[in-house]
């Protein structure tokens, strides 16, 4: 193999497998690795492209004949809180998040696999151990923050026992420009809190109020039921072959 500069990124493409996205259709993704001292800046540039983080590895989708993945981004200084958004955020009131270092607890992992065992039981996350949800979370070279999400007065501890379970969780990176999810899960038994639209809501008030224009909400897949619910939030941009574009809807 011939000898690169240290600091280029070299980029590979994986072989084809089944999209989890659109029944009978393969996907390909191209992927780089984020390490070094330059994994932050990397992580900037390829996110505002269109890349995802998972561990030390950006990626994102090149699969032949097909654009149905769109990286979607929330415009946050003028997001509109409808009137579906406000009740949400009216009924988890009571619920406080704390961000803070990447770090793996037990407490997470019997939330995690409660979320993926009723959301995704059939997924490729199924099958996860404790190595493989700690290796997610602590494998990082970019700035990442875990954020608890717990009832307001929980008596929250280091070792992360507290008198209020845990109930969200999201791993997060800080960009230059905002902030990237790059998973979150919670508590599949409390259907009424609607969690998932207010992890989303509350990231939106968290990189307002550092002065960040941006939350990346990862891939739009048309056609996707799923993946359907990253639309509502407006205004928002999406990603095309000419580059960001605002969508009203």
């Known amino acids: 193999m011939s000898e690169h500069p240290r600091d280029t990124p070299q980029f590979y493409l994986t072989a084809p497998s089944p999209c989890p996205y659109l029944p009978g259709r393969e996907e390909r993704k191209v992927f780089t690795h ?60 009571d619920l406080v998040g704390q961000g803070r270092p990447p770090t793996p607890t037990s407490e997470q992992y019997g939330l995690f696999r409660a979320y ?64 990237s999810m790059v998973y979150s899960f919670f508590n599949p038994n409390v259907p009424h809190r609607s969690l998932g639209t207010y992890l989303i809501l509350d990231h939106v008030t968290r990189a307002k109020a550092i002065g960040l224009p941006y939350v990346y909400l990862g891939y739009w897949v048309d056609g996707s039921k799923k993946m359907d619910y990253k639309r509502r939030f407006l205004p928002q941009e999406r990603l095309s072959p000419h580059g960001w574009e605002r969508a009203e809807s």
Do not use: W
């Open 34 to 93: 984020l390490v070094g001292e330059r994994a932050t800046a990397l992580n900037d540039v390829l996110t505002q492209g269109g890349f995802r983080r998972s561990q030390s590895i950006a990626y994102r989708p090149a699969c032949e004949g097909c654009r149905a993945c769109v990286s979607v981004r929330i415009c946050v200084d003028e997001f509109h809180e409808s009137r579906s958004f406000r009740r949400v955020l009216k009924e988890n009131a």
């Open 116 to 179: 993926v065992g009723t959301r995704h039981g059939a997924g490729g996350m199924a099958d996860m151990s404790v190595l493989d949800y700690a290796m997610m979370v602590e494998d990082t070279h970019v700035e990442t923050r875990l954020i608890e999400y717990r009832k307001k007065g929980s008596d929250y501890r280091v070792n992360g026992r507290a008198s209020d379970d845990l109930i969200a969780v999201a791993l997060t990176d800080i960009l230059a420009d905002g902030l």
